[in-house]
């Protein structure tokens, strides 16, 4: 069974303050990992896929790597609109053509002044 | 471009009652389509997903059932609500490019069952 854990579940960042989410998993081959930005009582919002480990993806602040057995996803010089839960998914090679996810319940993230 | 569209956004129903949920896609042709479930402290849960019309996959089971009568639209029902099937209800779709493609996501509903 593909399990994901993410650490910290929350997060408190001063303006400024960089630091890394982190995301763990377990799956019977990995066809991607999915990072996604979740704004309260809003949907999930797309960020980055990883397929290998070594890849990397950047985005504004945001910078996701990945290796055999965890992402990371590292925000450099945070600000206040960047705060949200951030949700990791996998995807096994065995879900044929359905974009079958597994989430992580997620680091909620707040960036203060 | 691409869009997604759930509704509603809220909904409070009582225990015993039906529900009907709806979701469509523009500007894709014959998209995945998914429902998932999330709850307070819990990561996204996969309830059903379809490939094409007609074509439903159960990942939990449960007291909901999906549907799929057009090709953009998934429809999510219960013939009677139980209290347990509060949460936040969330429409995906994807596409498959020959490889591993990411899903998006629609806004959301939020169900309440009193």
């Known amino acids: 069974e593909d399990q994901v854990t993410q650490s910290p579940e929350a997060l408190r960042l001063q303006e400024g303050e960089s630091s890394s989410l982190n995301c763990s998993y377990t799956?019977?081959?990995?066809?991607?990992l999915f990072w996604y930005r979740q704004d309260p009582g809003k949907g999930p919002e797309f960020l980055f896929t990883l397929y290998s480990a070594g890849e990397e993806k950047e985005k504004e602040r945001l910078k996701a790597t990945l290796t055999k057995k965890e992402s990371f996803l590292h925000i450099t010089a945070p600000k206040p609109e960047d705060s949200a839960t951030y949700l990791c998914?996998?995807?096994?090679?065995?879900?044929?053509?359905?974009?079958?996810?597994?989430f992580g319940t997620g680091t909620r993230l707040q960036v203060t002044l | 471009s691409q869009t997604i569209h759930q509704w509603p956004a809220t909904l409070v129903q009582p225990v015993g009652s039906p529900l009907s949920l709806e979701c469509t896609v523009e500007?894709?042709?014959?998209?995945?389509l998914y429902w998932y479930r999330q709850a307070a402290g819990r990561g996204l849960q996969l309830l059903f997903y379809s490939v094409g019309i007609g074509q439903i996959s159960s990942e939990v089971p449960q007291n909901l059932s999906a549907s799929r009568p057009q090709d953009r639209q998934f429809i999510l029902s219960s013939k009677k609500l139980l209290l347990s099937d509060s949460g936040f209800y969330l429409c995906?779709?994807?596409?498959w490019g020959g490889g591993y493609t990411e899903a998006f996501f629609g806004q959301g509903t939020r169900l309440t069952v009193v």
């Open positions: 799956v019977s081959g990995l066809r991607g």
């Open positions: 500007g894709t042709s014959n998209p995945n």
């Open positions: 998914a996998v995807q096994s090679l065995n879900t044929g053509t359905a974009s079958k996810l597994t």
């Open positions: 995906a779709w994807s596409t």
